[in-house]
């Protein structure tokens, strides 16, 4: 099976399986319908995000806003069972600093901030499967589709299916508006 599942959808697809309903407050989809016809489409959408201090985001051309690596911003809290935990005072920077992710089957838009602006890079996974390539100048429509559902996510918790981002259209047959 080659389809996009999320975490998310874990817990309701083991409740659907042994027959009990999913609690209101789940956010995923049970995953059955893939289980007895792989041809089904639940057209999920993958959002996400990730803010962490292993190693500093590297993007040509462009300025992410820095934050310091984990040895500076954590400390060991014995008031935690000496467990890792973020220093006070970098709080708001973690959450400044927040790379945000909305994910289809075949196109990837990363948001990461940056001192100039939310720097965009949209990727094609049917090309480049690595993530090598920013293609939103080849695909200017699907950036600002892209972009605007995950603003809305972002901003409202308001999550789409893929057929919903595209408006029903097949993301597959859409081709590059510009060829570079």
Not at 153 to 172: L, P, S, V
Request: hydrophobic share 35%.
């Amino acid at each position: 099976m080659d389809k996009l599942v999320r975490t998310v959808d874990f817990a309701p697809t083991l409740l659907d399986l042994v027959g009990q309903p999913a609690e209101a407050r789940f956010e995923g989809k049970s995953l059955v319908p893939y289980l007895h016809d792989p041809k089904a489409d639940l057209s999920l959408a993958w959002y996400g995000e990730t803010s962490y201090l292993f190693f500093r985001r590297k993007i040509p051309g462009e300025e992410p806003l820095y934050i310091p690596p984990m040895d500076e911003t954590t400390m060991i809290d014995p008031d935690f069972d000496f467990h890792f935990v973020l220093k006070d005072k970098y709080q708001e920077d973690v959450l400044k600093t927040k790379e945000r992710v909305l994910r289809t089957e075949r196109f990837k838009l990363v948001m990461t901030p940056g001192q100039n602006g939310p720097i965009y890079r949209l990727f094609d996974l049917k090309s480049d499967k690595y993530c090598e390539r920013d293609v939103k100048a080849s695909f200017p429509d699907v950036f600002t589709t892209m972009k605007g559902a995950l603003g809305r996510f972002t901003e409202e918790k308001a999550e789409m299916t893929i057929k919903d981002i595209f408006a029903g259209q097949d993301e597959n047959a859409i081709q590059p508006t510009v060829r570079l």
